[in-house]
């Protein structure tokens, strides 16, 4: 029915889910949160398909489906959540790919690729 009425009346929604299998359905764009900052924001297809930041990546990973070709849900979150702070990389603490600036220094959203936002230092290189 949302589907329907947005095509009807060319409406716009902002969706908030951590439901995976929906937002892929529902969404055009997506944004990915960790900690109260977005992390990633590119189309649905994009994040589905080729995840840039590794919380989306781990999140893919885990989820109990099959939209991501040879995952299995079998992806495990480790460490511990660090609380938001004003240094560093929120995800620094469950990150395989940190390094000392990510404990420094914040990383900034940035296009990466055509549309493809992402709040990571090494974006676009792992």
């Known amino acids: 029915m949302l589907k329907d009425l947005k095509k009807d ?4 929604y902002l969706f908030i889910s951590h439901d995976l299998n929906v937002i892929r359905h ?3 764009r997506v944004a990915v949160m960790y900690l109260g900052r ?8 994009d994040i589905y398909l080729r995840p840039s930041h590794p919380y989306t990546r781990l999140l893919l990973a885990a989820a109990p489906s099959s939209f991501v070709a040879g995952k ?7 460490g511990e959540a660090d609380a938001a702070g004003d240094r560093g990389c929120n995800f620094h603490s469950r990150c395989s790919y940190k390094k000392e ?3 420094e220094d914040i990383p900034v959203l940035k296009e990466i690729d055509r549309g493809i936002f992402c709040a990571c230092h090494f974006a676009g290189e792992i």
């Open 101 to 103: 600036i990510c404990l």
């Open 9 to 12: 009346f060319g409406l716009t």
């Open 38 to 45: 977005v992390v990633e924001l590119a189309s649905s297809r």
């Open 72 to 78: 299995s849900g079998m992806a495990q979150v480790k």
């Open 26 to 28: 529902m969404s055009d």
